[in-house]
């Protein structure tokens, strides 16, 4: 009988299949290689290309993680998420703005590893990435509790209930809490696989506002 252990083993990985990239012509700047990759698996048909794996730490250093939709890449290659302000990744991020983004697109067994610091992107901001969600979005949303216990989970329908009125009577209405934090990467690592192991790895870090590249180990 075959253990769980021998169904791991026997799990292959890496299994997409990667384009040709010369890392020895990757661009001088992070931003415009990343937007290559994302538009990449988008247009391969990956599954998801915008979930990403936001990594925080706790008030006690603890590190904590959960997977986002990436909303917008900014010209200076800010990476853009929405929240609210009441959850767990807003409070962390609020104590300590230090956090890792982590893309993995199986598809085009390609991953991008990013490490910088969040900055809270303003009201106006907010209010637009808001409105353009679907009503459902906005009325859980508008109940401001993300990550809090649900004690009572008839309450919870309730609670949307009374949130979706508000929309009907007032389509313009916008949490208050609602969030969009900017991620500023100060260290970019793009990974892609290859079935003989022979991974490529590029890393970008910035010092004192340049750019500079080197090749890593797989
Ligand atoms: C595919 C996917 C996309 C998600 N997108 C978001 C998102 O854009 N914003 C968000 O607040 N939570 C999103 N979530 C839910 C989070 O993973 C998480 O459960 C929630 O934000 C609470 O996390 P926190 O308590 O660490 O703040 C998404 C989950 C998945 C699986």
């Not at 006690?60 to 290659?77: H, I, Q, Y």
């Not at 209930?161 to 990467?185: F, G, H, M, Y």
């Not at 696989?193 to 506002?209: I, N, P, V």
């Amino acid at each position: 009988m075959s253990t769980l252990r021998d169904r791991l083993r026997s799990t292959p990985s890496v299994t997409g299949r990667a384009p040709d990239w010369d890392p020895a012509v990757a661009p001088g700047n992070p931003r415009d290689l990343f937007v290559e990759w994302l538009l990449h698996a988008i247009d391969s048909g990956a599954v998801e290309p915008l979930a990403v794996t936001l990594s925080t730490a706790d008030g006690n250093g603890a590190p904590d993680a959960r997977v986002v939709m990436l909303k917008d890449v900014t010209e200076d290659f800010g990476l853009e998420i929405a929240t609210g302000a009441e959850s767990a990744k807003s409070s962390q991020l609020a104590g300590d703005p230090r956090c890792a983004m982590t893309f993995y697109w199986p598809e085009v067994a390609r991953a991008v590893r990013v490490r910088g610091e969040a900055t809270r992107g303003s009201r106006e901001e907010a209010a637009q990435d808001f409105l353009a969600r679907h009503p459902d979005a906005r009325a859980l949303a508008l109940t401001e509790r993300q990550s809090a216990p649900m004690a009572d989970p008839a309450q919870h329908a309730e609670l949307i209930a009374a949130q979706r009125a508000r929309i009907e009577a007032d389509p313009k209405l916008v949490s208050p809490t609602w969030t969009l934090w900017r991620v500023n990467p100060s260290q970019v690592e793009f990974w892609q696989g290859a079935a003989t192991r022979d991974h490529l790895r590029l890393r970008y870090t910035c010092t004192a506002g340049a750019w500079q590249r080197e090749r890593l180990w797989p």
